[in-house]
């Protein structure tokens, strides 16, 4: 049965009572950082609109032969959008094809749902194909998009949705939540850690844990210093770094940044958002400069804005890495 998360339960009573009242509108756009629960969310309402027995908080009942279906993943009003990898693009066909589902109608007489993750994974030609679809909505339509960079998304597709914006967590409940998940992790200091590394977004630091992240980040990080100081290879460091996604990368690489122009430009003692990487960052500032490293935080930016579909990832790190080991100007 699938629930909203403990820091959602505002937005999901906003979002059921306008069910309730028959308030609801055609398309919703779900926005706000990664890892806040925005698709977890996206699929409890879902699931609680198609069943035919929900409860009265609005959950799916989890046994009713729409919510089988759901949990089999073959509920014939759903059609779920999302690119066949990480940061690749959703065909234009895929999205072609909503308005064939919303033409035909729905075969358990309720709502016909289609859902689009992330809605920046669309490329122009699918968006405006989708947005036909948004002019003409049939009764019983319902579009989720989802989209934690909206600022990527056509501004015709942004005005027709319903904006829904997902708020940072409360700590107190993103802390429990995240110790329930991980309950192999006994120090509550690395709880604090992973969620202040993930800017409080509770899913994001749950995948960090689970992939290792902390010990591949300060091997990346390690590595990263090694380049800019001209003892590794930009290069092979592009080729790990790409590993990661070039959403999470850049995530990654530009938080750094601004931690070593605050280490530069601010008085001491610093507050930096990644303290446990003090020590590697202390040991580049004295060689960078400020203007310089602003202008790599911009290029970090820009490559950011395309990394969802329409970038090589191996070739943009590349492009990044080359040119931060050109950054320091003290050690060569
Ligand atoms: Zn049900």
Request: glycine share 6%; hydrophobic share 45%; aromatic share 6%.
């Amino acid at each position: 049965m699938k629930t909203s998360l403990p820091w959602q339960t505002p937005l999901w009573d906003g979002l059921i009572a306008r069910v309730r009242t028959g308030n609801f509108p055609h398309a919703l756009l779900f926005t706000g950082s990664v890892g806040y629960g925005k698709s977890v969310l996206a699929e409890a309402l879902i699931h609680g609109l198609l069943c035919q027995f929900p409860a009265d908080s609005g959950t799916a009942c989890g046994q009713c032969q729409s919510c089988r279906l759901l949990a089999a993943g073959t509920h014939p009003d759903l059609m779920w959008l999302e690119p066949e990898e990480a940061g690749k693009a959703i065909p234009v066909d895929r999205i072609r094809a909503t308005s064939t589902f919303f033409a035909l109608k729905g075969q358990y007489g309720g709502r016909q749902i289609v859902f689009i993750n992330p809605a920046e994974a669309m490329n122009r030609h699918a968006a405006n194909s989708l947005l036909k679809t948004l002019e003409e909505p049939t009764e019983d339509a319902l579009l989720i998009l989802i989209s934690s960079q909206p600022s990527l998304l056509l501004p015709t597709i942004r005005s027709r949705c319903q904006q829904v914006v997902f708020p940072r967590p409360e700590a107190q409940l993103s802390e429990a939540w995240l110790q329930a998940q991980l309950s192999e992790v006994k120090e509550s200091a690395t709880i604090k850690n992973l969620l202040a590394l993930s800017n409080g977004a509770p899913l994001a630091a749950q995948a960090l844990h689970e992939t290792g992240g902390l010990a591949v980040r300060h091997d990346l990080a390690s590595q990263w210093v090694e380049v800019a100081e001209g003892r590794a290879d930009p290069l092979a460091c592009a080729k790990q770094w790409s590993e990661l996604g070039l959403p999470k990368a850049t995530r990654w690489l530009s938080s750094w940044v601004m931690d070593l122009i605050r280490l530069k430009s601010g008085a001491d003692p610093v507050v930096i958002t990644n303290g446990d990487l003090r020590p590697q960052l202390l040991k580049l500032v004295t060689g960078l400069e400020l203007k310089r490293l602003f202008a790599y935080l911009e290029q970090i930016t820009e490559t950011a804005r395309w990394a969802n579909g329409q970038l090589n990832a191996q070739l943009a790190m590349e492009d990044l890495m080359v040119s931060w080991s050109r950054q320091h100007i003290g050690l060569k």
